[in-house]
């Protein structure tokens, strides 16, 4: 058995011949598949590319696990059409397999060596799952509430999986580059739609759906708040060096990133303009303070386009709740969370309702809901209304938990920690006006970056070593140097392996504290 799990996890590599009899059997299963998914081509001719997609992940999967995670990540944004019109109803289509299977993919990963991750990242995320998972034993619609709790496993998944892949600062530079690579094919889709003059598939019912154009997802804030990060990213790697420091790339960057900046006007969402504006003001108040003034300048500028105006101005109307008025989105949202908070009862603020109840209970409470059901658009709104208290608790503590594990990173990445700590908190800002926890692909990508800069960071601190773990966060070293040696603001470029330090033992040139 142990060396059937060796030949299991390690792919292709020393392959036996019970493992070509199964990749026989699984031929035949593909010729199977293949009279099933032609059934489904006449209704869907999307599904056509279905069969190839499977049997090259298939064999990728097999091949290497690393690999097929990283191709993963790379097309998935950019694909995201093909998921879409895969979906299914009872299972959520190729999209959902995918889910799954990255889950079972972690799983494989971590195995090989479990003390990679430490217990503090776990710690991320071990009471938002819970709690989760709790809601489901009394969730109104517990089917669908276990098909988005997947969804969730699958971005718990890749924030901890990120632990095993970035065991130095050159694979942090490679996960950040994969983010950025990640965004062509997304920038690319978004042209050709606005080209063609395609919109958001999915807009909320007060905004005209006409204005917005959400790219490859199915609503523009998705496809906004990717931006927001992939903006974020990008801008880290040049004021780093990482993406080039000649003539050429320093044009190249700052032509695409004004193309990905022009796209996210695109969306009109503008929580994901205050987000990048947020970003850009921190990195100006601790860095560059004449970006400052780019920033007012780029405002002015920004509001001589009509589109821009009419979205910041409209704000300022649609505020009251009389009849036939028409609201603006926040206060649309204002009236629905009013509505959600004064409908709980008093025995259901510790726990809830239960898993995806906002969504079920919205036609009774919503005043406006108008036959449809509704999202929260609140992060802490629906963790409330479902899972009361405990889980609002627990959603907070995962971004404390994470900005614990970016501290260290001050004194010796301080730009780095700048923009992951600002990303982090744009993003849980965010969270409190929309529907964050259902925009699966932004999350995969969000906290796939937020888990590599927090393994870099555990690994400068040390506290990937066992005899240093700490079950609630992690405390900057106490490390000293000797004479003749570099203090630790000079870190070096290139950090040791993990196998080098942390596990087996003591970092070198480093002592324990006393």
Known sequence: MSAAWRRW???LEGMSAAGLAGLLAGAVAVGVLTVLVGGFASEKPV???VLPLMLLTAFLFLY????????VLLVRAG?????EETRLAAIGGLGGLLNALIIVLAGIIIARDPKRVPRIAWMVWLPFVVVQALGLVYSPDRMQAVRLYLGQLSVVALFLVSFYLVREEADLNKMLKLVTWSSVPVAVVTLIYIGLGKTAGSVDGFEAAASRYGGPFPHANILAFYLVLSVGVLFYRWKSGLAGRGLLATATVLLYMLLLIGLLFATKTRSAWISVLFIFVVYGVFRERRYLVYLVIGGMLAMLIPEVRERVTGLAEGNQVVQYAKLNSFAWRKLLWADALSWMATSRYVFGYGAESFLFHSQTFFSMAGGRSWGAHSAVVQMFFEYGAVGVASYVWVFLATARLLRPLLSVRFLLALIALALLLANF?????????????YNWYFWLTMGA???????????????QRRPWGIR???????????????????????????ITQPMPAMERGR
């Open 9 to 11: 996890r390690d792919g």
């Open 47 to 49: 599904m056509m590319a």
């Open 64 to 71: 290497s696990r690393e690999a097929f995670l990283l191709v």
């Open 79 to 83: 694909a995201n059409p093909v998921f």
């Open 429 to 441: 800002l965010v969270s409190l006006s929309d529907n964050m926890l259902s925009y699966l692909i």
């Open 453 to 467: 800069v927090c393994a870099l960071s555990c690994r400068i601190a040390g506290a990937a070593d066992p005899r």
């Open 476 to 502: 900057p070293s106490r490390y000293r140097p000797r004479e003749g040696r570099a203090p630790l603001t000079d870190f070096p470029a290139t950090l040791p392996r993990v196998s080098e330090f942390s």
